[in-house]
């Protein structure tokens, strides 16, 4: 019998960032057997995490045998002899295991185990693993400082730091998905090829013509952009004509003091102007101190006359491979997301190397696409010198964070002498304007020097480090004890070092128990430091109001003296189900299988300020099998006691589902990060996401917690 394959065409998929970051939280479109069986439980009862009574119908069909299995043992044990579950056990149940502090008043004097199951799955708090945060412990009524806020670094890209696309989408999928901090770097527009309006030939050469000129020089064959590695094709005759040209009557020189007819060619020192030679500073000055600032003044209107062509700023990853994308586009983006569901303000971190009439471009586009949300003048109860405004006053508000205008700052004039001249040792970067200065109210970027910068007392500042100068900081005792306490009151930004290609991520506690509120994350990489992150902001609006020690007024307490505590954690692992089988996994008979071949493993970590470094505060269970595994009745508890030196709300429970099935490929199939103080005790259910989208999958886990923090 004749068997015919068929191969079906792939479907076109978004971007690998974009689908990670978009796709709805039914995990991805790449595992159609386990989103296909989760959307058929949602679509009968949902899953453990998402059960909704109707019309009163048994909870139980929504589970799988494995985690049934296990509700059922719990009421048989609690009824303990009896055929139904008391009231008194029950409310005995939801407050001492479960530590409730309130119940609603149970009806029933007894309950079936359909009827316990209703009830104790209709009260989100007294099944749910991670609480959420009651409104009272994030209020909105401090000062900026005394919260730590959902950041991102390079928003614009959507892969490694070194050779991926950049994209206006990128800020939409971070800012919809709570990060209150963008980063934005801005370079000049690229340039129309058009010649410059000067009417002095020399001055043309090496510019940027277009390579078809209406009126090419005469005998130059084709002329090619000053970017390009290419010389221009010059007839042979033409060389004696521009070098007279170059150094004779058509030079500037002649009018700054030559002696003489000035139309008569004289030798002379090339200009770097002509030919690009770097000349001596000293030198310099001795020819031309005269007439420099009226050179300055010509070359300058030059510049000008040539930006006046250039088209609107860029946003990419300078000196990379990485693509650009339009600054107007981006900003559009941000306009069209920040606010759709948050209304906390969002800080815009500008990394500024456009010049300085690009940047009043950069100012003249987001007035124009940000209108009335960008924050371009203190509000009236406020005044940025004195004090930080209170969150609350912010609401819907875009910050601008950029470089002020100060007096030991270079001007535009000494920094465009500096490029002209081609004189290194002045600083090569671009000073920022006027106009881009003043958006900077609130939020001002201040340069780090060291440790003695940590006095700065201006309320606005923010001091940016990398993750490798901040650690040196943190080893040191006195200099760490400093930067805690310069962070109660003021701002510092912590982003990823250079060498992290791959746009991996620093693990943002140890960042935040030292009190930095920013740590710049690459949303596009799901690893350790994005799971803590998303961990940190769970539930909130991307402000999340640090714990008693942290806080501006909280100059009573000693950094020495911030509360911490010892802790003994319990976990016990009971059952899993629906867990999103790996992407690449094998096939077996008809149709798709391989659940049978499929080995998980739960590995639970829990990331703590360590004292000791060698100490190892990971744990795993033994694997099992299929998708819907069963550790039993006796499953072990993965221990970590006598924990000390606990702040629980800057500590992390963290779990990884692995696959022991094959040793070629990520392991990694979903996991779950918990802040400790929202992890609640008692018979829990943990919600697990995906490896890829970061984003709730059907997978979850039946817990119990038993935590004691003393």
Not at 605 to 612: C, G, P, R, Y
Request: aromatic share 6%; hydrophobic share 35%; net charge positive.
């Amino acid at each position: 019998m004749l068997r015919f394959q068929f191969r079906a065409e792939k479907p076109k998929e978004k971007p690998s960032f974009m689908r990670r970051m978009s796709t709805f939280g039914r995990g991805s479109p790449n595992r159609p057997r386990a989103a296909l069986k989760g959307a058929a439980i949602h679509g009968i009862l949902g899953a453990l995490g998402h059960l909704v009574v109707h019309d009163g119908g048994p909870l139980g069909a929504a589970c799988a045998d494995s985690v049934r299995a296990h509700l059922e043992n719990l009421h048989r044990t609690l009824c303990g002899g009896d055929r139904k579950l008391s009231r008194e056990k029950f409310l005995s149940f939801l407050k001492e295991t479960q530590g409730l502090k309130y119940v609603e008043p149970l009806e029933s004097a007894y309950y079936t185990f359909p009827e316990f199951l209703f009830v104790w799955l209709n009260n989100e708090a007294a099944w749910r693993a991670a609480r959420k945060i009651r409104a009272d412990e994030n209020p909105p009524t401090k000062p900026l400082s005394n919260y730590f806020i959902s950041s991102s670094h390079n928003t614009y890209l959507e892969g490694n730091q070194l050779s991926s696309r950049s994209s206006a989408e990128a800020y939409t999928a971070v800012l919809t998905s709570g990060c209150r901090c963008i980063e934005i770097d801005v370079w000049n527009g690229p340039s129309t090829r058009t010649p410059s309006r000067s009417p002095n030939p020399s001055q043309n050469v090496g510019h940027r013509t277009p390579s078809r000129s209406p009126n090419p020089a005469p005998g130059i064959a084709h002329r090619r952009n000053n970017s390009s590695p290419s010389l221009p094709r010059l007839h042979p005759d033409s060389w004696k004509q521009l070098v007279s040209a170059k150094l004779g009557g058509h030079s500037r020189a002649a009018s700054i003091g030559q002696a003489g007819n000035p139309t008569t060619p004289q030798p002379r020192t090339p200009q770097p102007r002509d030919s690009g030679t770097t000349l001596d500073p000293k030198d310099l000055n001795d020819r031309l101190s005269d007439r420099l600032s009226d050179r300055l003044l010509r070359s300058r209107d030059s510049s000008t006359s040539r930006t006046k062509i250039r088209g609107e700023p860029v946003v990419h990853h300078h000196g990379t491979m990485t693509s650009t994308v339009s600054f107007r586009d981006v900003c559009r983006a941000v306009r069209q997301s920040a606010f759709k569901t948050n209304p906390l303000p969002i800080i815009v971190s500008l990394e500024v190397g456009a010049d300085g009439d690009q940047q009043r471009v950069m100012v003249q586009i987001m007035k124009e696409e940000w209108g009335d949300l960008l924050l371009d003048k203190p509000i009236d109860s406020c005044d940025p010198n004195e004090r930080q405004p209170l969150l609350e006053d912010l609401c819907h508000k875009i910050l601008i964070k950029v470089k002020r205008l100060s007096d030991d700052c270079l001007t535009e004039a000494e920094v465009e002498r500096g490029r002209t001249l081609q004189i290194t040792d002045i600083r090569s970067k671009p000073p920022i304007c006027e106009e881009l200065a003043a958006l900077a109210i609130y939020t001002h970027s201040e340069h780090f020097e060291d440790h003695r910068s940590l006095a700065s007392q201006t309320p606005s500042h923010i001091f940016s480090l990398s993750e490798y100068s901040f650690s040196s900081l943190a080893m040191d005792g006195e200099k760490a004890r400093k930067m805690l306490e310069h962070n109660r009151d003021y701002f510092m930004r912590i982003y990823p070092k250079g060498s992290r290609i791959n746009s991996s991520n620093p693990d943002p506690s140890f960042h935040w128990r030292r009190g930095a509120q920013m740590v710049a994350m690459n949303w596009q990489k799901t690893d350790e430091g994005m799971m803590l992150n998303d961990a940190m902001f769970a539930d909130t609006n991307g402000w999340v109001l640090k714990p008693s020690g942290y806080l501006s007024d909280d100059t009573h307490i000693d950094v020495e003296a911030i509360p911490r505590k010892i802790l003994d954690l319990r976990i016990t692992i009971l059952a899993g189900q629906f867990l999103p089988l790996p992407e690449v996994r094998r096939q077996s008979g008809v149709g798709v299988g391989g659940d049978r071949k499929f080995r998980p493993v739960v590995k639970v970590e829990l990331h703590v300020e360590k004292q000791i470094k060698s100490l190892d505060y990971t744990r795993e269970t033994a694997p099992r099998e299929t998708d819907n595994p069963d550790w039993g009745f006796d499953a072990p508890p993965l221990e970590f006691l006598d924990v000390k030196n606990i702040v629980e709300e800057l500590s992390f429970l963290r779990l990884r589902v692995e696959d022991r099935s094959s040793n070629f490929r990520d392991p990694l199939v979903a996991w779950a990060c918990i802040r400790l103080d929202r992890l609640q005790q008692g018979y829990r259910c943990i919600d697990l996401f995906d490896a890829n989208t970061r984003r709730r999958s059907p997978g979850q886990l039946l817990v119990k917690v038993e935590k004691v923090v003393r």
